[in-house]
Structure formats: C-alpha cells, structure tokens
C-alpha cells in the first residue's frame, strides 16, 4: 500500500467512520482497503468498496463477505485464483489482481459523489501500476464510471451487465457486471447463471488474439479480413462459408496472416492494407511464402 493511500483522511465522512468503527473493532483493519493480486495481472476486477464486516475488517478486498463467496469462487474457477476459499483467507492470483473503486468502508455501504471523486487519485495509481491489464470486470455501475472516468473514456459508455466496452488501443477492454452483492444475488437481480457468463467471457477476452489476413479468390481477387482464429476462417472459406461477398468467386485460400495487438489495431491494419495497390499486397503475400521456406 502506498503512503498516500495509507494515511488518506481526504473524506472526513469516512475518515470519520473508520474512527468509530476502530474504537468499537480494535482488532479489525479500519483502514483504506488497497488492491491485491498479481503484478504482472492481465485481469482487475473493481468493485464499489469495503464491506464493513469484510474488506474493512480483514484489510483485503472482497475477503470476509458473502460477495467475496461468488467473486473467489468464479476466479478460481477460470484459473486465476488458487482457491475459491476467500471469505477469511489471502487467496494467491495468478495473472488477477481485485481493489474497489472506494477505498475505505463507507456508511451504509453507500459512498458519496464526492468521495468517489476524491478516491479516483487511487485507483488512477492502481490503474498505472498494472502495466500489463488488458481486461478490467467493473462490478455495479458506481465502478463502472470510476473507472472509465479515470480512463477518461467515460461519455457515450453507459453501463449494462455483460457489456463490453472496446476502448482506443493502448487501453484494456472493460467488461460491467451487476455486483454480486446479497441485495442482487439473493432477489435474482444477478443469477449464477449471469454471473457465470460474464466470467466465460473475461476469460475469453483475457487471452483473445486478432490477426488479419487476406484470401486470394479463385478469380484472382484478394480479399482482406481480421478474426481471432485464423484456423476456423480458413475451414469457413474453404466450405464457401466465408464473407457473402467472396462467394462465387471460386476455391478461396487464406496466403497471407498478421496477428494484430487488439481488435482496433486489426481494423486499421485491415483497412491500411485494404489501401495498398495489388502489387504491394501480392509483395506482402510472396515475403510470406518466403519466410516459411
């Protein structure tokens, strides 16, 4: 935990709160709740803030409480946890890391504007300090807009559970969800069923790779493409099941393929190669050849 964060007092509400609730808990931590898990993590899950009989008395997110019950168990089960027994133990992480938006256990479980906006400074550190995320899962739309906003990639991007938000490059992807707290988990606002699709799909988008390609037509068109697997659009074209507008252009074999660093990457170097004259796109597809033999 930094300095900064371990002796913030910037909101005198909660500042306050963590007082009382240390006079009456002594042995609990009472104290700003900073991130956990991996330094290398490719996946952050932020979540709203400290329960008071949880984060607030083990002093690490999502550890102690019936929501930490269903984040733990669906980590581990997509591989990032080493055991979904979180409620009273540091489980390890790998590739993962958890924090909240709101870093200290706010009254009635509900933060104000205004100490969102002031705890934003910590999860912008947080945010830079995980150099490698290419997924955040944001649980409840108060995570949602801390993290986007500290993107700065908050206007247009409303939140709705399971969707995915596709940022400019250099940005990680950001997947909502509804919180698994026992106020949505237990009136069926978030079903296991839900909640367990939006982890598949974290999972997926972790380790999503995107290539572009381009498909030399029977009649000797070439044709330009991006996919995340390059196998199953082979097999699509070959069985003429291809893009509509390569159909009857003949037999279609996919000669040339790049992999691309994101989904916005490919569709701009699609759209570059889409640009070149058919010499230079036949250039690209012979140096292939060439660097295979």
Aim: aromatic letters at 6%; hydrophobic letters at 40%.
């Amino acid at each position: 935990m930094s300095e900064s964060l371990a002796h913030c007092r910037a909101c005198p509400r909660l500042a306050g709160f963590r007082d009382e609730n240390a006079a009456r808990f002594p042995a609990w931590h009472n104290a700003p709740v900073a991130a956990i898990g991996d330094p290398g993590a490719r996946l952050l899950v932020v979540g709203l803030a400290p329960g008071l009989k949880g984060a607030n008395r083990t002093g690490v997110p999502f550890c102690g409480d019936d929501s930490g019950d269903w984040l733990w168990e669906a980590l581990h089960r997509e591989g990032f946890a080493e055991s979904d027994r979180g409620r009273d133990a540091i489980v390890p992480l790998r590739g993962a890391a958890v924090t909240n938006a709101v870093k200290c256990v706010p009254p009635a479980n509900k933060p104000l504007a205004s100490e969102i906006a002031a705890c934003r400074t910590h999860l912008e550190a947080e945010l830079a300090a995980f150099t490698s995320l290419r997924v955040i899962v944001v649980l409840g739309r108060v995570a949602h807009d801390a993290v986007l906003r500290t993107l700065a990639q908050h206007a247009g991007r409303a939140f709705k559970h399971g969707r995915v938000h596709r940022l400019p490059d250099g940005l990680p992807l950001v997947l909502d969800s509804f919180h698994p707290s026992p106020l949505n988990t237990r009136t069926g606002r978030l079903s296991k069923a839900q909640w367990n699709r939006v982890w598949a799909r974290a999972s997926a988008l972790v380790t999503e790779r995107w290539f572009v390609y381009i498909a030399r037509c029977g009649d000797g068109s070439l044709y330009t493409g991006i996919t995340t697997d390059p196998d199953r659009r082979r097999a699509e074209h070959a069985s003429g099941k291809g893009a509509a507008y390569t159909r009857g252009r003949g037999r279609i074999r996919i000669v040339h393929v790049e992999e691309a660093p994101s989904k916005g990457a490919a569709l701009s170097r699609e759209y570059a190669i889409k640009q070149l004259s058919r010499p230079r796109k036949l250039d690209l597809i012979r140096r292939e050849i060439s660097d295979r033999t």
